[in-house]
């Protein structure tokens, strides 16, 4: 009888344990990417918590870091918001694509097809106005994540030591220590490389579409900065269908000089100054970073281009050191 009660406890210890897990589990699963977020950026702001004045106490240092990160991402969101908003009304309302539109119709193969480019066109307003109301109504809950990832980085700066080696006891293999620099080694390439990678590209984009005469350039070049983070596509997705549009606007003056400034930025900045920083150092072949980009995007929001590829990174160098151990 007694060992039954030592068992029954036992079993019941064993099933609040689960049940709490999965309870937390459910608590903490709207705030996973916030969380997340928060250690990547915690992991971008340390080399300055640690260059800070060492009679600064660690709040202060923390605090410090949160304020600047603060500042880097709300300000040129907000300026960035308000460009989109203001040159892509302005694009819209000047009626640059029922000219774009009335070229494309004479085409024979238009034509041919009998398209109601209109309706198409219409339909396309319709379903971004639907993706706008819905960012829209999306922004309080992202500015709740933005707060939680902000709070956590500032505790995670605080305790990143004694994080990391908590983190390290778990590693599978033999030599933690090497291990573990080498995926650090391999953190630093992704996270500081895709992002000087986007920087350059926005700098140079923003001042050569100014000089080539582009009218929207701050638009363009704000989409050039986010599509940096898509290697094998990147500016080019934006660049291409700007040189066909000057093209068929008979815009010769601006659409030559966009040729020539897209394929420096796509071939020279976009693969071979990329696979500089990144690429030959990481060693990780140019799907596994797409792949991890678009799928890191769709799980985990606004961070996926970093986590997408951080994670399927992690899992193969985890899994060929636990085959070599």
């Known amino acids: 009888m007694k060992i039954g009660e030592k068992e029954l406890k036992k079993y019941l210890f064993w099933a609040v344990i689960v049940i709490l897990i999965i309870l937390s589990y459910f608590i903490i699963k709207p705030f996973i990417i916030a969380l997340i977020s928060a250690f990547i950026l915690a992991y971008l702001t340390r080399p300055i918590y640690n260059k800070l004045n060492k009679k600064f106490s660690d709040n202060l240092k923390a605090f410090i870091c949160v304020f600047l990160i603060a500042l880097i991402i709300l300000v040129p969101a907000g300026l960035m918001i308000k460009e989109i908003i203001s040159q892509g009304g302005s694009f819209v309302n000047e009626g640059n694509i029922k000219n774009i539109l009335t070229t494309i119709s004479e085409f024979k193969i238009i034509k041919s097809m009998n398209l109601d480019l209109t309706q198409i066109t219409n339909q396309g307003i319709s379903f971004l106005i639907g993706l706008f109301t819905s960012m829209i109504m999306y922004a309080p809950s992202m500015i709740l994540s933005i707060l939680i990832s902000l709070i ?31 995926l650090m080694q391999v953190t630093n390439n992704i996270l500081y490389g895709v992002l000087i990678i986007a920087i350059i590209e926005f700098i140079l984009a923003l001042v050569g579409f100014y000089l080539i005469g582009v009218k929207f350039y701050m638009l363009s070049a704000i989409l050039i900065f986010f599509m940096a983070f898509i290697p094998g596509l990147g500016p080019a997705i934006v660049w291409i269908p700007m040189t066909i549009y000057y093209l068929f606007m ?75 151990n």
Do not use: C, H
Request: aromatic content about 12%.
């Open 250 to 324: 008979q815009d010769y003056t601006t659409a030559i000089p966009m040729i020539i400034f897209g394929v420096f930025l796509s071939s020279f900045i976009d693969t071979i100054l990329r696979a500089k920083i990144i690429s030959d150092k990481t060693k990780v072949n140019p799907l596994i970073m797409i792949i991890g980009i678009l799928g890191g995007l769709s799980v985990f929001g606004i961070f996926g281009f970093i986590i997408g590829p951080l994670v399927l990174v992690y899992t193969l160098k985890l899994i060929q050191g636990i085959i070599k």
């Open 152 to 182: 956590g980085m500032f505790f995670i700066l605080k305790k990143w030591d004694m994080i990391s080696s908590e983190l390290k006891q778990y590693l599978p293999f033999k030599d933690k220590k090497a291990t573990s620099k080498e």
